[in-house]
């Protein structure tokens, strides 16, 4: 009769046996085994087409490489005319090209390479139309702001993060093949701003979707090698671009097809984030999620589990009992935001800003952009490999000032650049943009742990906001720089380091559990501080 007694209070007990999502994955799924190898590789082929529209103007909206003079037929425009009204004679290289061009009567010249290669050379961007060239980047990353915002809500309280990966790269592709049809800079501004908004929401999926599947010790990892499709993309554009050189219309349409091809092939395999399910209060579909996960390794949830339901109401916003507290009403997730945010301001002017003035250097701007791309190759594996053991915050704050220091060294070469190739400019710049890209690939991460899973979408879509927010004046001190290359570089470097300070005042998250709610997360961590000083007054 006790033995009986004995087995049913152990099954009662059984029946009670509660773990959050941290748990489950420890114990049955594993810290990251092939599931989630899969599930992070899956998701992170959006980084290509993400990166490719980011950084496809660096070629479409490019100087011209030079011009020469017109041989006509009419005496007016001749092609003596021309010679004896330019000092260098006809066809400067793209530094001369603007300035020299202004001065000479329309049709006694023309771009090499003619007039499709680049938007410059058709809509005739130079001279006193030489700011207009930088609206449609500008655009493009404001477009991404408001992207930011629409596609954080809607993957935390709304779709979910696969559905909203999957209208995401739908109209990623829409937009871009519309971006080929463009008859003027008006029309082209308007939907490179589309494109901006479109696209942004795959990166903010990608990162939330690989990291939410994986144990706490493998999350930085995890984040960094998902770049590495990005720096694919990147790397992929100049051996697009070179084929499609005379005509800049062709690179939007090839490059429109890659998010199509995956929204139909790739995204229905990808599984949705457990995390945000249980926080929804979608128990069974997250137990479904984690239980496949488990049958790769050969086991078997046990059917007493029970996910630990958050304390907190399941919207994005973070209700409570009829209390709207969220990010911005809760005083340390706004002071934390409000830093990281800032932070993000400053690398994303950095990051892009660099990749985009790649014209401004007295290279081959083909090879630039190769080796600048290569550089994310590095940057990837050092920043995953110093994320397994050193803090976020030193991280985040090192790599965004050497990135700084970096830049204003390229001051030094811009002068003895000017009309020879400098290879010690080249190489400082290339180191700088590697740790810029440290810097932008770390502060995703570092944004993902420092808040919890019901506001999570929100925080990286408004830390991307900001680094787009950056990356849209970029594009200004860019065509600043064709003129000034020292002054671009003097504000890329002074920004970056800036920023590396901002970030000593964020906590640090290396280690630290990921949380489902903002009570929570703002209770626990009260309780480790109050800990922390009293073990510092002992």
């Known amino acids: 009769m006790d033995n009986e007694e004995e087995t049913t209070t152990e099954v009662l007990n059984e029946e009670k046996m509660e773990l959050n999502v941290d748990e489950i994955i420890e114990r049955y799924v594993g810290s990251f085994g092939l599931p989630q190898l899969l599930q992070v590789v899956l998701v992170s082929f959006a980084w290509v087409f993400d990166s490719q529209n980011t950084l496809v103007t660096i070629f479409t909206d490019a100087q011209p490489s030079g011009w020469?003079?017109?041989?006509?037929?009419?005496p007016s425009l001749s092609s003596s005319w021309c010679m004896n009204n330019t000092a260098s004679g006809g066809g400067g290289n793209k530094g001369q090209s603007a300035g020299h061009v202004c001065g000479l009567a329309a049709g006694s010249w023309e771009w090499i390479g003619?007039?499709?290669?680049?938007?410059?050379?058709?809509?005739d961007l130079i001279c006193h139309s030489k700011f207009l060239a930088a609206i449609p980047t500008s655009l493009f990353f404001i477009g991404s702001i408001f992207g930011c915002a629409f596609y954080g809500r809607l993957a935390d309280a709304w779709l979910g993060r696969k559905k909203t990966l999957l209208l995401a790269c739908i109209l990623t592709s829409t937009t871009t093949f519309l971006t080929s049809f463009s008859p003027n800079i008006w029309v082209y501004s308007l939907l490179r701003f589309a494109n901006g908004f479109a696209?942004?929401?795959?990166?903010?999926?990608c990162l939330v979707l690989s990291t939410e599947v994986v144990g706490r010790k493998w999350r930085g990892q995890v984040g960094q090698y998902g770049f590495f499709f990005f720096t694919a993309g990147f790397l992929s554009l100049p051996f697009i671009a070179?084929?499609?050189?005379t005509q800049w219309r062709y690179l939007y349409r090839i490059i429109s097809l890659p998010p199509l091809v995956y929204t139909f092939l790739l995204v229905p395999l990808?599984?949705?984030s457990p995390r945000w399910l249980l926080v929804r209060g979608k128990n069974k579909e997250a137990l479904e999620v984690l239980q496949r996960f488990a049958g790769w390794k050969g086991k078997k949830l046990p059917d007493n589990i029970k996910l630990i339901i958050p304390s907190q109401a399941t919207t994005g916003t973070g209700n409570e009992g009829g209390k709207n507290e969220n990010i911005w009403t809760t005083r340390w997730a706004a002071k934390r935001m409000?830093?990281?945010m800032l932070f993000g301001f400053g690398v994303g002017f950095v990051y892009y800003g660099i990749q985009l003035n790649a014209e401004n250097l007295n290279f081959n701007l083909y090879l630039t952009v190769i080796i600048n791309a290569a550089m994310e190759i590095p940057a990837v594996f050092i920043g995953g490999i110093l994320l397994s053991f050193t803090n976020r915050r030193l991280l985040s704050s090192l790599s965004a000032i050497s990135a700084g220091v970096?830049?204003?060294l390229c001051i030094i070469f811009s002068a003895a650049s000017s009309t020879t190739s400098s290879w010690p400019q080249l190489t400082i710049e290339a180191i700088g943009f590697m740790a810029a890209a440290i810097a932008f690939n770390v502060s995703y991460i570092y944004c993902v742990e420092l808040f919890p899973t019901n506001v999570r979408n929100f925080a990286v879509s408004m830390l991307r906001q900001s680094l787009m927010l950056g990356a849209s004046l970029s594009p200004l001190l860019v065509v600043v720089g064709r003129l000034s290359p020292s002054l671009s570089f003097a504000v890329f470097g002074a920004l970056a380091i800036v920023s590396g300070t901002l970030s000593v005042w964020l906590p640090e998250t290396k280690n630290a559990p990921l949380y489902e709610t903002l009570k929570q997360q703002g209770e626990e961590e009260e309780v480790k501080r109050r800990r922390l000083m009293q073990n510092?007054?002992?």
């Open 199 to 205: 696209r942004s929401g795959n990166g903010i999926c």
């Open 114 to 123: 003619g007039n499709s290669a680049t938007t410059i050379a058709e809509w």
């Open 406 to 408: 970096s830049c204003l």
């Open 536 to 538: 510092t007054v002992l």
């Open 270 to 272: 990808v599984s949705e």
């Open 338 to 340: 409000i830093t990281m």
């Open 242 to 245: 070179y084929p499609t050189r």
């Open 68 to 74: 020469r003079c017109k041989t006509s037929a009419d």
